[in-house]
C-alpha cells in the first residue's frame, strides 16, 4: 500500500501554492488532512506527480463568530469543530455531524475544507453545508470568488472548484431556527453513511438535506418547505423522491431508500423535540 | 523521485533522514529509524495499530506522509516509559489487568489512551469507549482495555495529587 512517487510541496502562501497549481496543472494536487486523499493514493486511484501541503500557509486555520454567521477556515479540523464551545452554541448542529465522522485519529488531521472540497458523496460536511446554506470561499489566479454550497457539487469527485482553486473558508449564517438534527445510519463507527439526514426546524421555516443517497449531496426545497408547513409526512415523500441511491455494499436500492425514510424521520422528530 | 532530507523530534530526540516524500511515517518509524512499537496492522486507515502521538494528536502514522510531518514532534509507545526505562502508568496498567492478548493492537491502543487522558483526565466508560474507537484488537473483546485506561486515569490523578 505504497503510493506512487511524487513530489512535495509545503508554500508558505496561498499565492505560492496557486501558482504551484498552475504549473503544474492537473498532475498537482493541494493536500489538507489527507484522510481521504492518502488512502485513494495507496489505491492508485489517484494520480499525480505534485502534492501541494496547505499546513504552512498560515490564516487558513480558525472559527470566528460573527453578528450573523461563522467563518470557519479551510484547515480547520472536525476534531476542532467538536472541541470549540463557542460554535457549539452557535451552530451545534456541526458538533453533532463532526461528532459522527469517522474516529478520533481522523478527526485531529481531517478537515473540513477537505471534507467538503473533496467530492466524496460519502461525506458528510457536504449535505450539512446545504443544509445551513454555507457559501464556499475559493481562491484562484483571478482573485476570489464565493459559490453556494448548494450550487458546489456537481457529480461524484466533481465540484464548482477549478483545479487551480483553493477553497480557504466555509461561511454558515447562524440559523434562527432552535430545531436541528444530524443522523446517520453507519454499519460500524468509521464507517460512511448508509443514509444521514440533515434537518434545520424554525417558525414558519425548514432545510432538509441527505447524504450518500445519490452522487451529490441531495437538498430539497419541496421537502424543507413542506416540513416548514409541518408536514413530515409530504417532507418525507419529497425527500425520496428527490434522492436516488445505487447498490453498492450498503445494499440495495430498496433498502437505502428505506434507510432514508427511517433516518429523516429521526431528525424531524430530534429537531421538533429541540425546537418545542 | 528524488530523496528530500526530513527532520523531526521523536520521543524527545531529534532525528534527521533521507526519505522518498511518498514514505509513510510509520515505514520511517520502524524501517530507517528501527522503532517498531508502531505496528501496521491494515494499513487502511482503520484499525489504529499504528497510533503515534504528533504534536499533540493521536493520528494513525499509516496515513501521513513523512513529508507532512517534517518538523513535527512525535511521540511512540517506547517514549511513554518512566525516565528510568521502567513501564509508565498506562504500560503499568495494561500489564496488571490483563489489556491485552497478543499485544498486536497494544503500542497503539497506549499511545492512543495518553492523549485521550491529557485531553480529559477523568473520563467516564462511555467516554473512554467512544475516544478509544479508533483502534481496533482482536483479541480482548475490550473489557480490560477499558479497565486498564480506567484504572490509569485513576492512579495519574492519585500522582498528580500526591505531587501537589
Ligand atoms: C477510516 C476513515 C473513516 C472516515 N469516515 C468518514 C465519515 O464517516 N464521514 C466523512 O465525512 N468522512 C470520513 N472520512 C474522511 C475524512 O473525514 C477526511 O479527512 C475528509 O474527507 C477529507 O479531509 P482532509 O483534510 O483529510 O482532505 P484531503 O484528504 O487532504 O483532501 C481531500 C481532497 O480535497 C482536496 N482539498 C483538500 N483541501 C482543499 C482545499 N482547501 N482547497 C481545495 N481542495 C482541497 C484535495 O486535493 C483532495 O482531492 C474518513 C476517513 C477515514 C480514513
Ligand atoms: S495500520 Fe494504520 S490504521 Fe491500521
Ligand atoms: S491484544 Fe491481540 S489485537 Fe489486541
Redesign the pocket.
Known sequence: MIPAGFEYHRPADIASAIALLQQHGDEA???????????MMKLRMADLSHLVD?QGISGLSGITIGEGSVSIG?MTT?NALITDAALAEAVPILREAALQ???PQ?RY???V???V??G?P????PGLMQCLDATYTLVGPDGERQVAARDFYEAAYFTA?EDEE??TAITIPIPAAKGYAYVKQKRKI???ATAAAAVLLGEGFASVAMTNLADTPVHSDAASAALAEGDVEGCVREALQAIDPQEDMRGPIAFKKHVAGVILRRAITKAQERAA | MSKMHVKLTVNGQEVEGLAEPRTLLIHFLRENLNITGPHIGCET??CGACTVDMNGKSVKSC?LFVAQANGADVTTVEGLVNEDGSLGVIQEMFREHHGLQCGFCTPGMITRAHRLLQENPAPTEEEVRFGMAGNLCRCTGYQNIVKAILASADALNAQKEAAE
Not at chain 1, 29 to 39: D, E, F, Q, T, W
Open positions: 494536487r493541494v493536500i489538507a488532512g489527507g484522510h481521504s486523499l492518502i488512502p496547505l479551510a472536525q465522522i469517522a474516529d481522523v488531521l481531517g478537515t475544507g477537505g471534507n472540497a473533496n466524496d460519502g461525506n458528510d460536511m472548484r483553493i477553497l468509521g464507517d460512511y | 486507515s482503520h496515513t
